[in-house]
């Protein structure tokens, strides 16, 4: 049996497993998801990222929206609302409320996130296993110009200030520059039970076309786990989240700014570098990079890599597991 160790953010990593499932049905599938975007909010530890891998794969997800639970209702949020309980700015729904509160009540009575996760899918089956990259706090921050909020929410202070990744990208809409992005807690973390030995025992790593910067970056900056990956000695390949020299979704381009490197899918194949990457998809687009990503020492083809459809998103991962088995040959 193959096994298949995947680094996963938010909703581009979920779904790209989606298709991996339908690409490699009888593979060994381990997920590391990135807890850099958890936050705590009306008491309760949310972990975006790992409900949104949790949901997807366990038939949850609102589609449309590629995060939250389907069917979803706000009446405890307007509630919370009516009380002038905020933030208003991050919606949390009825169902998913029930999610975070039973995660919030098993780690108050001591158990690990990594165990809670566990826990949580019980439920859902994802028909994966799903590890938090670390049951250490971290969370990623950015930095922000405090002038450049003047405009939008009346702040009159000088200077910048750090502020949570929720909150510059749910709340600000990534609408302002981001000058660092710092996954506080990281360099203190270690690596969630399970995580060092998946990807020692892993056939192949696989980097989806997830944030390289506040998704798969942040799962790397846990010690020890890029040193794991490099020192693996398998396949390790990525899927470009960069198309056309901008971001498939969200606002990859302002974090990608604020690490100094450009956006394009050649630019994040070499921010990885060819000690950790050794194959590399980018889009029929940008055909044109492949030979100077292939001049950076790693591997590099271009074949469509639009998630427009589960065939297509499956024809990505089908591609991405080729391309191990030639570096591996």
Same mark, same amino acid.
């Given at each position: ?179 660092? *992005? !710092?996954? +506080? #807690?990281?360099?203190? =973390?270690? $690596? ?5 030995? /998946?990807? %020692?025992?892993?056939? &192949? ?7 390289? *910067? !506040?998704? +798969? #970056?942040?799962?790397? =900056?846990? $010690? ?5 990956? /490099?020192? %693996?000695?398998?396949? &390790? ?10 971001? +498939? ?18 630019? &994040? ?61």
């Amino acid at each position: 049996m193959q096994r298949i160790v995947v680094l996963a953010g938010g909703i581009g990593g979920a779904r790209f497993l989606r298709g991996l499932k339908s690409a490699a049905p009888d593979a060994d599938i381990t997920v590391i998801g990135n807890t850099g975007d958890d936050i705590h909010l009306f008491g309760l530890k949310v972990c975006p990222d790992l409900d949104t891998v949790m949901y997807t794969l366990g038939g949850g997800i609102d589609e449309e929206k590629g995060w939250g639970r389907d069917g979803e209702s706000f009446a405890v949020k307007e509630e919370l609302a009516a009380y002038g309980v905020g933030p208003q700015w991050f919606g949390l729904g009825d169902r998913d409320f029930a999610t975070h509160i039973v995660r919030t009540q098993m780690m108050g009575a001591g158990y690990p996130l990594s165990a809670v996760t566990e826990a949580l899918c019980a439920r859902w089956q994802p028909g994966v296993r799903l590890l938090p990259m670390t049951d250490d706090r971290v969370e990623t921050h950015v930095l922000i110009d405090t002038a450049d909020l003047a405009g939008s929410d009346g702040a009159e202070e000088q200077g910048r200030k750090a502020v949570h990744f929720q909150e510059y990208w749910v709340r600000l809409r990534a609408s302002v520059d981001a000058h660092a *992005v !710092v996954p +506080v #807690g990281a360099d203190t =973390a270690k $690596p969630a039970p399970g995580v060092l030995e /998946a990807i %020692a025992e892993a056939d &192949v790593v696989l980097f989806p076309p997830s944030n390289p *910067v !506040v998704s +798969v #970056g942040t799962i790397l =900056a846990v $010690p020890g786990i890029r040193e794991a990956i /490099a020192e %693996a000695g398998v396949p &390790v390949v990525g899927l470009s989240p960069i198309v056309g020299d901008a971001p +498939v979704r969200g606002m990859a381009d302002k974090v990608l700014a604020a690490v100094g490197v450009e956006t394009s899918a050649a630019a &994040v194949a070499r921010h990885y570098g060819s000690g950790l990457l050794d194959g590399w998809l980018v889009d029929e687009t940008d055909a044109g990079a492949v030979a100077g990503v292939e001049e950076a020492g790693i591997r590099c083809r271009a074949v469509p890599l639009m998630m427009t459809d589960a065939e297509a998103t499956a024809r990505m991962a089908r591609e991405a597991l080729r391309m191990a088995e030639e570096v591996r040959a």
